[in-house]
């Protein structure tokens, strides 16, 4: 079963305009992560966000966690054609068994078009 | 350093069959985690290996198993395939033992047809 369940589903938007995806989680986490995936090839990391941080910055890219509401935003700035792809976030729990599994979201597939 | 690499990239089998998927991790890295990717189900954890040994295991039949060998290559093998196997299966490697708990490096997957 999924986690994280990403909204919206799709995103379509101009080039050079903002993009925001959230993620929505059920139970406590240990960190949230977003990975970017380009047509059925593998993920590629963007960010980790561990669960007593509340926002990060990487190059374009802003994530926010809010714990409270069990939910995560990925904003990209300035999009470009490039970052058209398919974006998930992941969660990992805290058992307490050192063992937990990353859990990925539904998916959020956006279009930037030129 | 080279990526997470596997092999093969593509295969076709029919029901019935076995297959096995190999992983190679980026370099250093002892932990190896497996993915199922399908249009229906998403991204579903399979298992984690580090250092020979499985960590953790998804909610998979008997019939997917994995192992790890000492220069951490890892390997997934499915028997008696069926049509539902057919999909996108990742790879990913950690530095870590908790590999969740850390960032992952994917392989560019091996797409499994069963016909």
């Known amino acids: 079963s999924q986690q994280g369940e990403e909204d919206p589903q799709a995103l379509s938007i101009q080039e050079g305009e903002n993009a925001t995806m959230n993620c929505s989680y059920k139970?406590?986490?240990?960190?949230l992560q977003w990975y970017r995936q380009n047509s059925g090839r593998g993920l590629v990391h963007l960010i980790l966000?561990?669960?007593?941080?509340r926002e990060k910055h990487s190059g374009r890219l802003r994530v926010t966690l809010d714990t409270s509401k069990k939910s995560s935003s990925l904003l990209i700035t300035a999009s470009r054609a490039a970052d058209t792809a398919s974006y998930f976030c992941?969660?990992?729990?805290?058992?307490?068994?050192?063992?937990?599994?990353?859990?990925f979201g539904t998916g959020t597939r956006l279009t930037i078009i030129p | 350093k080279a990526g997470v690499t596997q092999t093969p990239r593509y295969l076709i089998k029919t029901r019935g069959q076995q297959v096995t998927l190999s992983c190679s991790p980026i370099?250093?890295?002892?932990?190896v985690s497996w993915y199922q990717q399908t249009p229906g189900q998403g991204l579903q954890f399979l298992f984690e290996y580090f250092s020979e040994t499985q960590r953790n295991k998804g909610n998979f039949p008997g019939r997917f198993s994995g192992r790890q060998f000492s220069n951490s290559r890892s390997e997934m093998n499915v028997s008696t395939l069926e049509l539902g196997d057919s999909a996108l299966y990742l790879c990913?490697?950690?530095?870590?033992?908790?590999?969740?708990?850390?960032?992952?490096?994917f392989g560019p997957g091996t797409r499994l047809t069963v016909l």
């Open positions: 992941a969660t990992a729990g805290v058992t307490g068994f050192g063992n937990e599994k990353l859990t």
């Open positions: 139970t406590s986490i240990n960190n």
């Open positions: 370099s250093g890295h002892r932990s």
């Open positions: 966000i561990r669960s007593n941080e």
């Open positions: 990913a490697s950690s530095l870590l033992a908790q590999s969740s708990y850390n960032e992952q490096f």
